[in-house]
C-alpha cells in the first residue's frame, strides 16, 4: 500500500484515539488544551522578549514588544497556575455572550411586536430559551465544560470511525476490480521456434 492510501488510515485511527480521550477524559483534555496553550502564549511572550533586546535600538524605539512579551509571560504563567479558573471561565464567558444575545432577541421581538410583524412569538421564543442557556451555562461552567469537550469527541470518534469503514470498503472494492481485470486480461501465448518449425509446409522444408 501507497503513501497516499496509507495516510487516510493514519489520520482516521488519529481521530478515533482523540476521540476516545476526549470523550472519556474530558477534564484532562480542557488541562491539557491550557497547558499547551499556556506555553505557547509563553513561547511568543518570549520571542517579543528577545526581538526586543536584540533589535537595533532606533527600531525598537517606541515599540511595545517588550510590554506585549511580559504580558504573554504573565498570561502564560497565570493559565498554569490557575488552570482550573481558566476552564471554568471559558463556559462563563460564552454563556455572558448566550445571555446577551438573548435579551438583544427579547428586544427585537418587542419592537416586533409593537411594529405588527409577524414572527415576533417565534422570535420571543428563540429568546427564551437562549437566556436560559446561557444561565445555565454561568452557574454550570464545570458541568457544561465538560459536556463540550465529550460532545467534540464523539464527533471525532465518530469522525474517524466512518472514515475508517469507508476507506477499507473503496480498498476492497479496488482490490476486486483488479483481481477481475487481471482474470480478464487475455493471455497471449506465443509459439517457440520449434513449433514454428513444425508448422512450415513441407514443400519449403523440401526446398
Known amino acids: 500500500m501507497d503513501k497516499t ?17 476526549m470523550t472519556f477524559y474530558p477534564r484532562a483534555t480542557m488541562n491539557m488544551v491550557c497547558y499547551i496553550f499556556a506555553v ?26 517588550l510590554v506585549i512579551g511580559i504580558i504573554l509571560m504573565i498570561s502564560g504563567i497565570l493559565i498554569i497556575t490557575r488552570v482550573d479558573r481558566v476552564i471554568a471561565l471559558i463556559p462563563m ?4 455572550f448566550v445571555v446577551t444575545n438573548g435579551i438583544i432577541k427579547l428586544q427585537r421581538a418587542i419592537d416586533m411586536k409593537r411594529l405588527g410583524i409577524p414572527g415576533s412569538t417565534y422570535v ?20 457544561i465544560a465538560n459536556i463540550m469537550i465529550m ?19 473503496v480498498d476492497a472494492r479496488i482490490r476486486k476490480n483488479n483481481k477481475v481485470d487481471t482474470v480478464n486480461d487475455p493471455v497471449v501465448v506465443r509459439p517457440s521456434n ?5 508448422m512450415k509446409p513441407e514443400d519449403e522444408n523440401e526446398g
Do not use: H, Q, W
Open 40 to 65: 505557547l502564549l509563553m513561547l511568543v511572550g518570549l520571542v517579543f522578549l528577545v526581538t526586543y533586546f536584540i533589535r537595533n535600538e532606533v527600531i525598537s524605539a517606541f515599540r511595545y514588544d
Open 124 to 143: 420571543m421564543i428563540f429568546a427564551i430559551i437562549s437566556m436560559v442557556a446561557g444561565v445555565f451555562l454561568l452557574f454550570e461552567p464545570a458541568f
Open 5 to 21: 492510501r496509507i495516510r487516510p488510515y493514519i489520520s482516521a485511527i488519529m481521530y478515533v484515539v482523540l476521540g476516545i480521550v
Open 194 to 198: 520449434e513449433a514454428l518449425e513444425k
Open 151 to 169: 460532545v467534540i469527541g464523539i464527533c471525532f470518534l465518530f469522525s474517524g470511525i466512518t472514515d475508517l469503514i469507508t476507506m477499507i470498503m
Open 93 to 96: 464567558l460564552l454563556g455572558l
